[in-house]
């Protein structure tokens, strides 16, 4: 297996790992990011609520309620520089009875302190005037109008993109076994992986829900990560329009309880649920799960149908059992660096976060890397073109250029061939990260139309044979073989 | 950029789009296109290459595409255009709408009436709210259908078959002949939802086992399907604690119901029956938007392929009369309502404009003698039995109708004897 020598090395490739990879990619050093899955993003930044917080729920003072605020503000510039998809659409949280007004003063006085702007609090009926199918029970909100939806795919691939752009290389498929440690154990020195030995000076874990895991090979014990599940429901498109805004319960231990929003593609989304677990890998849903998300989200929105339901799917938070987020750069050893237990409103908060650990690692890791600025790091980049949203004209155009522009792929989504051999050309190597990069089977069929044809796509860009092609990478295949195939077979 | 400007323009080049084309152009039409997604014509009849088509409409036992194949070449020798290729990917309120070809780009296409045949598409595992993983090895039947029958590929080799739809039913028997295990067909239902000579040739000639009133209640493994949880089902449909039982698979294909696809309807704003799922039509396929009409499965989902072609037909031939300005826009509208047992039925009012088949299904099987009727004493029909897997009609004839003077509703029920 070979060697690879970079400065620094990304443990993770989530949205915290790709807002740093990003903020590095800004200075003239060598940029490794490593992942375990076959597509961006996986984990907690693949399966969340899709909301940019803004900043009214973390007590003032810890570490959470600085950056939350800030990494709203920055999404709401960063969404143009970097093309996706952020609606501003606003924040509900809702109080169902008396008891639960004093909760809502107390979270417009924690958003107060923390920064956030323009917090409100309105009468059940004002909000119903706004948002017609908001349940008769709510009898007051806290409205925030800098909560934003997010397309939370986009987002981490817009960073990473333009991060790779700038010359980060990201590797996919790529599990770290080790962090290596120098033989007096004082410095990092890289990490071993099961695509083989990743050296350098720099580690940062962003390793998400293993992120304790991770730590402990460096002898740093300082937090454990408890991964908490939340079980989720997407609705067709046609009830999308129920609501406009994001609407949460009243929080409880638990967290922020089951919300209903409309997500960046116009989709219904309800959940999660909050319930701890064991296995850090597995993401499956439960019946008294997903029962929970239906009557969580019936108690906010009571005319849900339940029939318009296209998908389910869980998603792992990284909950520290420090109760905030874990950001230092460690003494001993030297040059690794945690970035963890970056639980909602971790999301929001990773732009500030990467820019703020950036900042830190420049002055004090400085003598292990030299953070001279890249001249040619160009901030913007485009996502490949959404046909889907696009005007007639602009369609026109793009099907002049390229005929594969006017070839439909995915009906539901509108996804062109065009499409998806330009996210093959961008990196997706699977049905999973072709469906994350354009849509294509995000759609009220969930693929039963495309499916086969992105099959065929990825196995001729990719030219391997049609069963090779995976799911989400692994053992995922999506075919087991051609027919006849069985007749022909030793011993029949 | 030039428009493309028909007179009879169909979206949807499969059984009952092509049948609008042949019916399009015998009524007199001059210039009717049929616009297709896909590269070839047929639609879903292209993959479905077991026998069953075609007792009714030809008097013989065809294959899909064989079926298929006689309608391509009546609408060829009618003259009928095919635009293949060519995705409609938006209409206008209008009826106007847009296709994209990849050698032509996209285009704007304008008619003088237009009929909507996109049929139906199978309803996804996550409509279900099933828990669990989501591995590979998840298809619908009808994807499976298409892998294993158009593009030569297998999609598994163990296979759990959810729902009793006749695609289902169907792919069960297809993946045996490919080497595959079946290892049984689970319907949360009492009853079965295909065809009862499905269950007969399919499932019952090769020892397929099969489950009613049981059900997939979770699914399980990470990269590739691992295996299937399967529970019974009350009353309410609720898995029974204690009968929950573990299969080990890497294959769950799925026939638990087909939607009409609608999306152009509704972005025409035509009138969408909820129960069906497809357009409000009357007894003339006529919509609620006057220039626009619709057949087959986009209108409700049928049995048989051959009930498609015939209504395709006739929605063609009043497309063409609309087209030429002769269509005579009905003076009455006698809802149809349907009675306690009957699920769905098509259309669902009358315009007193001529004779009318009305298409229904039960909701609960009748195993013994029954009658279709239509209130007051338009028709009555004795049948042996009525089961929700096929599709009733009853006829009513016009000066029946007319001979009742004013009535501004009618009744359709299936009902014991």
Same mark, same amino acid.
């Given at each position: 297996?070979?060697?690879?020598?970079?400065?620094?090395?990304?443990?993770?490739?989530?949205?915290?790992?790709? $807002?740093?990879?990003?903020?590095?990619?800004?200075?003239?050093?060598?940029?490794?990011?490593?992942?375990?899955?076959?597509?961006?993003?996986?984990?907690?930044?693949?399966?969340?609520?899709?909301?940019?917080?803004?900043?009214?729920?973390?007590?003032?003072?810890?570490?959470?309620?600085?950056?939350?605020?800030?990494?709203?503000?920055?999404?709401?510039?960063?969404?143009?520089?970097?093309?996706?998809?952020?609606?501003?659409?606003?924040?509900?949280?809702?109080?169902?009875?008396?008891?639960?007004?004093?909760?809502?003063?107390?979270?417009?006085?924690?958003?107060?302190?923390?920064?956030?702007?323009?917090?409100?609090?309105?009468?059940?009926?004002?909000?119903?005037?706004?948002?017609?199918?908001?349940?008769?029970?709510?009898?007051?909100?806290?409205?925030?109008?800098?909560?934003?939806?997010?397309?939370?795919?986009?987002?981490?691939?817009?960073?990473?993109?333009?991060?790779?752009?700038?010359?980060?290389?990201?590797?996919?498929?790529?599990?770290?076994?080790?962090?290596?440690?120098?033989?007096?154990?004082?410095?990092?020195?890289?990490?071993?992986?099961?695509?083989?030995?990743?050296?350098?000076?720099?580690?940062?874990?962003?390793?998400?829900? #293993?992120?304790?895991?991770?730590?402990?090979? *460096?002898?740093?014990?300082?937090?454990?990560?408890?991964?908490?599940?939340?079980?989720?429901?997407?609705?067709?498109?046609?009830?999308?329009?129920?609501?406009?805004?994001?609407?949460?319960?009243? =929080?409880?231990?638990?967290?922020?309880?089951?919300?209903?929003?409309? $997500?960046?593609?116009?989709?219904?989304?309800?959940?999660?649920?909050?319930?701890?677990?064991?296995?850090?890998?597995?993401?499956?849903?439960?019946?008294?799960?997903?029962?929970?998300?239906?009557?969580?989200?019936?108690?906010?929105?009571?005319?849900?149908?339940?029939?318009?339901?296209?998908?389910?799917?869980?998603?792992?938070?990284?909950?520290?059992?420090?109760?905030? @987020?874990?950001?230092?750069?460690?003494?001993? =050893? #030297?040059?690794?660096?945690? *970035?963890?237990?970056?639980?909602?409103?971790?999301?929001?908060?990773?732009?500030?976060?990467?820019?703020?650990?950036?900042?830190?690692?420049?002055?004090?890791?400085?003598?292990?890397?030299?953070?001279? =600025?890249?001249?040619? @790091?160009?901030?913007?980049?485009?996502?490949?073109?959404?046909?889907?949203?696009?005007?007639?004209?602009?369609?026109?155009?793009?099907?002049?250029?390229? =005929?594969?522009?006017?070839?439909?792929?995915?009906?539901?989504?509108?996804?062109?061939?065009?499409?998806?051999?330009?996210?093959?050309?961008?990196?997706?190597?699977? *049905?999973?990260?072709?469906?994350?990069?354009?849509?294509?089977?995000?759609?009220?069929?969930?693929?039963?139309?495309?499916?086969?044809?992105?099959?065929?796509?990825?196995?001729?860009?990719?030219?391997?044979?049609?069963?090779?092609?995976?799911?989400?990478?692994? #053992?995922?295949?999506?075919?087991?073989?051609? $027919?006849?195939?069985?007749?022909?077979?030793?011993?029949? | 950029?030039?428009?493309?400007?028909?007179?009879?323009?169909?979206?949807?080049?499969?059984?009952?789009?092509?049948?609008? +084309?042949?019916?399009?152009?015998?009524?007199?039409?001059?210039?009717?296109?049929?616009?297709?997604?896909?590269?070839?014509?047929?639609?879903?009849?292209?993959?479905?290459?077991?026998?069953?088509?075609?007792?009714?409409?030809?008097?013989?036992?065809?294959?899909?595409?064989?079926?298929?194949?006689?309608?391509?070449?009546?609408?060829?020798?009618?003259?009928?255009?095919?635009?293949?290729?060519?995705?409609?990917?938006?209409?206008?309120?209008?009826?106007?709408?847009?296709?994209?070809?990849?050698?032509?780009?996209?285009?704007?296409?304008?008619?003088?009436?237009?009929?909507?045949?996109?049929?139906?598409?199978?309803?996804?595992?996550?409509?279900?709210?099933?828990?669990?993983?989501?591995?590979?090895?998840?298809?619908?039947?009808?994807?499976?259908?298409?892998?294993?029958?158009?593009?030569? /590929?297998?999609?598994?080799?163990?296979?759990?078959?959810?729902?009793?739809?006749?695609?289902?039913?169907?792919?069960? &028997?297809?993946?045996?002949?490919?080497?595959?295990?079946?290892?049984?067909?689970?319907?949360?239902?009492?009853?079965?939802?295909?065809?009862?000579?499905?269950?007969?040739?399919?499932?019952?000639?090769?020892?397929?086992?099969?489950?009613?009133?049981?059900?997939?209640?979770?699914?399980?493994?990470?990269? &590739?399907?691992? +295996?299937?949880?399967?529970?019974?089902?009350?009353?309410?449909?609720?898995?029974?604690?204690?009968?929950?039982?573990?299969?080990?698979?890497?294959?769950?294909?799925?026939?638990?119901?087909?939607?009409?696809?609608?999306?152009?309807?509704?972005?025409?704003?035509?009138?969408?029956?909820?129960?069906?799922?497809?357009?409000?039509?009357?007894?003339?396929?006529?919509?609620?938007?006057?220039?626009?009409?619709?057949?087959?499965?986009?209108?409700?989902?049928?049995?048989?392929?051959?009930?498609?072609?015939?209504?395709?037909?006739?929605? +063609?031939?009043?497309?063409?009369?609309?087209?030429?300005?002769?269509?005579?826009?009905?003076?009455?509208?006698?809802?149809?309502?349907?009675?306690?047992?009957?699920?769905?039925?098509?259309?669902?009012?009358?315009?007193?404009?001529?004779?009318?088949?009305?298409?229904?299904?039960?909701?609960?099987?009748?195993?013994?003698?029954?009658?279709?009727?239509?209130?007051?004493?338009? /028709?009555?029909?004795?049948?042996?039995?009525?089961?929700?897997?096929?599709?009733?009609?009853?006829?009513?004839?016009?000066?029946?109708?007319?001979?009742?003077?004013?009535?501004?509703?009618?009744?359709?029920?299936?009902?014991?004897?």
């Amino acid at each position: 297996m070979s060697t690879q020598y970079y400065d620094i090395i990304i443990i993770g490739g989530g949205i915290v790992g790709s $807002t740093i990879a990003r903020e590095l990619s800004r200075y003239d050093v060598r940029v490794a990011v490593l992942d375990k899955a076959a597509e961006l993003p996986s984990g907690a930044s693949r399966a969340n609520s899709g909301m940019v917080h803004a900043g009214y729920d973390d007590k003032p003072g810890t570490v959470k309620a600085h950056f939350c605020p800030k990494g709203n503000e920055m999404y709401r510039n960063l969404y143009e520089e970097l093309d996706f998809t952020l609606n501003k659409v606003g924040s509900y949280v809702c109080a169902l009875a008396e008891n639960e007004i004093p909760h809502l003063n107390l979270l417009l006085e924690q958003g107060r302190k923390n920064g956030v702007p323009s917090l409100e609090i309105i009468s059940g009926d004002e909000l119903r005037s706004r948002e017609p199918n908001a349940s008769k029970d709510i009898i007051a909100a806290l409205w925030a109008p800098t909560g934003c939806i997010i397309n939370n795919f986009e987002a981490v691939l817009a960073f990473m993109d333009n991060a790779q752009q700038n010359g980060v290389e990201l590797f996919l498929e790529t599990e770290v076994s080790d962090v290596l440690l120098s033989q007096d154990k004082r410095q990092v020195v890289g990490v071993n992986t099961n695509k083989g030995l990743f050296l350098s000076p720099i580690v940062i874990n962003a390793a998400g829900v #293993h992120s304790d895991e991770i730590a402990k090979k *460096v002898g740093d014990e300082s937090f454990v990560i408890h991964p908490r599940r939340g079980d989720y429901f997407i609705t067709d498109k046609y009830v999308g329009n129920l609501v406009k805004s994001f609407f949460f319960p009243c =929080p409880s231990e638990a967290g922020k309880g089951i919300t209903v929003a409309p $997500t960046a593609d116009h989709n219904l989304l309800m959940g999660p649920t909050s319930i701890f677990q064991l296995d850090r890998d597995k993401t499956a849903t439960t019946r008294d799960g997903l029962e929970q998300v239906i009557e969580g989200a019936r108690r906010l929105i009571p005319s849900i149908p339940m029939n318009m339901a296209i998908t389910t799917f869980a998603g792992l938070r990284a909950d520290p059992d420090t109760g905030d @987020f874990v950001i230092n750069i460690l003494k001993r =050893p #030297h040059g690794f660096v945690n *970035v963890a237990g970056i639980k909602s409103p971790g999301f929001t908060s990773a732009p500030a976060i990467a820019q703020h650990i950036v900042e830190r690692m420049k002055d004090e890791l400085k003598d292990l890397v030299d953070f001279k =600025p890249d001249k040619n @790091f160009v901030p913007e980049r485009k996502h490949i073109p959404r046909f889907a949203y696009l005007s007639m004209e602009e369609r026109s155009a793009l099907a002049k250029k390229d =005929p594969r522009y006017a070839q439909i792929v995915c009906r539901c989504e509108s996804v062109t061939e065009g499409q998806v051999v330009e996210a093959i050309r961008r990196g997706a190597k699977t *049905v999973a990260a072709v469906k994350i990069w354009t849509r294509a089977g995000a759609g009220r069929c969930q693929g039963g139309f495309c499916g086969p044809r992105v099959i065929e796509i990825l196995s001729r860009e990719l030219n391997i044979p049609m069963e090779e092609v995976t799911r989400h990478g692994g #053992h995922s295949r999506m075919l087991v073989g051609k $027919t006849k195939e069985y007749w022909f077979r030793e011993g029949m | 950029m030039s428009d493309i400007i028909v007179d009879v323009a169909v979206i949807g080049a499969g059984p009952a789009g092509i049948a609008a +084309g042949v019916g399009a152009k015998e009524a007199g039409a001059e210039k009717v296109a049929i616009f297709e997604r896909d590269w070839d014509l047929g639609g879903i009849l292209q993959q479905c290459i077991h026998p069953g088509f075609g007792l009714h409409a030809f008097g013989e036992e065809l294959t899909g595409p064989e079926y298929v194949h006689r309608w391509i070449s009546k609408a060829r020798e009618a003259g009928v255009e095919f635009w293949t290729n060519s995705m409609v990917f938006h209409m206008e309120e209008n009826g106007s709408f847009w296709i994209m070809n990849p050698s032509l780009g996209i285009k704007k296409v304008v008619a003088k009436s237009l009929v909507l045949a996109m049929g139906c598409r199978e309803r996804p595992l996550g409509a279900l709210g099933i828990p669990g993983t989501r591995p590979a090895g998840i298809y619908t039947a009808g994807t499976a259908q298409r892998l294993v029958n158009m593009e030569g /590929y297998m999609p598994g080799n163990r296979v759990v078959i959810l729902g009793s739809g006749d695609v289902g039913l169907i792919m069960a &028997r297809r993946m045996i002949w490919e080497g595959a295990e079946v290892l049984g067909v689970y319907e949360i239902m009492p009853w079965p939802g295909g065809l009862r000579r499905n269950i007969a040739q399919c499932l019952d000639d090769y020892g397929i086992p099969f489950y009613l009133e049981e059900t997939v209640i979770e699914v399980h493994g990470k990269d &590739r399907l691992e +295996g299937v949880t399967v529970a019974k089902v009350d009353k309410n449909r609720n898995p029974i604690v204690g009968t929950e039982k573990f299969l080990g698979c890497d294959t769950l294909l799925l026939a638990v119901g087909l939607i009409p696809e609608n999306e152009l309807s509704r972005m025409a704003n035509v009138e969408i029956n909820p129960v069906t799922q497809g357009p409000i039509v009357n007894e003339l396929l006529q919509t609620t938007k006057p220039n626009i009409f619709a057949a087959g499965n986009v209108v409700i989902v049928y049995d048989l392929v051959d009930w498609v072609s015939m209504e395709g037909e006739r929605a +063609g031939r009043n497309a063409a009369l609309f087209a030429a300005g002769k269509f005579k826009p009905g003076e009455k509208k006698i809802k149809v309502s349907g009675g306690d047992n009957v699920r769905l039925y098509s259309p669902q009012w009358l315009s007193g404009q001529s004779d009318a088949t009305i298409y229904m299904r039960v909701t609960q099987p009748i195993e013994k003698s029954c009658k279709v009727v239509v209130e007051p004493g338009l /028709y009555e029909k004795r049948l042996r039995y009525a089961r929700p897997g096929e599709m009733n009609e009853a006829h009513v004839k016009l000066q029946d109708l007319q001979a009742l003077g004013d009535v501004d509703e009618i009744v359709v029920d299936i009902k014991e004897v």
